[in-house]
C-alpha cells in the first residue's frame, strides 16, 4: 500500500499541473476560494447583483455587489486585498487573484 501511495504522489508531483485545466481551476476559485464562493454575491459570471434590499429609518436601501467582470486588474487585484464592509477577506496568492481574474475576464468575453 505504500509503494502505491509513494507512486501516486510521484506521479501527481510530475503531472500535478495538469491534474485539472487552468479554466477548471478558476471556476473552483471562484466559486468556493474560502468556503464563501464569489458568484454568491457577483453572480455566476461577475456581472454583479443585488445582495440584499433592507429599510433603515423607513428609508429602502439596496446592497448590490458590484460588477468584476469588466474591471482592469489592477483595480481587481486592490479590491481583493483590502478590507470592505460586507465582503469576506480571502487571502489569496498572487497566483490565486491572477486565475480568478482569468476566470471572470473569460467569463465575461463570452
Not at 509513494?6 to 485545466?21: A, E, P, R, W, Y
Not at 440584499?52 to 455587489?65: D, F, S
Amino acid at each position: 500500500m505504500r509503494v502505491v501511495f509513494v507512486g501516486f504522489l510521484l506521479v501527481v508531483s510530475i503531472f500535478g499541473d495538469d491534474f485539472i485545466t487552468k479554466m477548471e481551476y478558476a471556476k473552483m476559485l471562484y466559486f468556493n476560494p474560502r468556503g464563501i464562493g464569489c458568484n454568491l454575491c457577483h453572480g455566476n459570471n461577475g456581472q454583479g447583483s443585488i445582495i440584499a434590499r433592507y429599510k433603515v429609518k423607513g428609508k429602502r436601501e439596496i446592497l448590490r455587489a458590484p460588477p468584476i467582470n469588466s474591471l482592469g486588474f489592477i483595480a481587481f487585484s486592490e479590491a481583493l486585498q483590502k478590507t470592505h464592509r460586507v465582503m469576506p477577506t480571502y487571502f489569496l496568492t498572487n497566483k490565486e487573484i491572477n486565475i480568478l481574474y482569468f476566470y471572470v475576464t473569460s467569463k465575461a468575453k463570452k
